[in-house]
């Protein structure tokens, strides 16, 4: 007989509110180091003014997931929609590569072997510019570090701010490189920062990726639940356990347990019932489908008068 369970899925405020207010703070940005740019033509700042320009393009689209993502499960996906953070976390990672980093190389690269160095001008209000970025990045940063059980959404805008923080490091070396008289510090600086955009993007596809092909919790979560199944009253055994991710911290499992073939359907339902709710309550199975099986008459002589604790070593 199946029991399944069902659960809520986790709220994500503390996501859609990491990610708005990191919204917010690009928007101011991207206008000032793209004016900035322009007068001072240090080419770091554009790289950087094409980052935060994506990170518009992303952080609004992760915004709009992680909102989607709360609605319940109904019909047409029974498992909720957990699964649209990592959906847009992809379309992020996509945008990452083909988007700013392929534009920073594009723009970097050729000034690495121009002969003659371009004129700048202001850089101490490009200086200022950056260590403002910096300030301001740091905002949302530090709002989504405290932040427990973060979804895929918060956590690929966590990535994000902490590669703004390393670009804008790699930017201010590059301003004060050129005003130390070194010229080409300014298109490497343009460099790292497409690097480091493109690396974490692809660490970021393969994880998402991984997710939406149904990926599993884990050994050590498999493990606890087994564990947790096998210490209620009644369990003699456990087999063919199953478990899948399906959203920010929402796993879906299923297995068989063994109850004594002597019990009542009310008896053995209740079993399963109480195996459904322990772990709906310690390990957040928002969907948990229990299957029961009678015991061999063997092993249900053998595990009589046995306590939880000695069934599970048994």
Known sequence: MGHPGGGG??????SVRGIGLALTGYL??????????????????LAEALHTLGDIVISGFLLLAARWS????????MFGYGRAQNVAALVA???????????????????LWARE???????????AVILLSMVVTAVPLV???FQKGKGAAAKAQFLESINDELGLLAAL????GIRWGYPLADPLAAVAVATLIAANAVGLLWENACVLLGSSPGPEFLRRVEAIARSVEGVLGVHELRAETVGPDVVHTGMHIEVSPYLSVTGAEGIAREVRRRLEAQVDCAFCVIHVDPAPAARAAECAGLSPIQRSAA
């Not at 101011?28 to 001072?40: D, H, P």
């Not at 083909?98 to 534009?103: L, Q």
């Not at 160095?117 to 200086?127: E, F, H, K, Q, T």
């Open 9 to 14: 899925m986790p709220r994500q405020r503390g």
């Open 28 to 45: 101011l940005l991207f206008v000032l180091k793209l004016a900035v740019y322009l007068v001072t033509g240090v080419l770091a700042l």
């Open 93 to 111: 990672a996509t945008l990452f590569i083909s988007f700013t980093s392929y534009k920073l190389y594009e723009e970097a690269i050729p000034r």
């Open 117 to 127: 160095a371009p004129a700048y001008g202001r850089l101490d209000l490009a200086l």
């Open 143 to 145: 709002v989504l570090a």
């Open 70 to 77: 709360r609605r319940p499960a109904d019909a047409v996906h």
């Open 173 to 176: 070396t590059g301003v004060i």
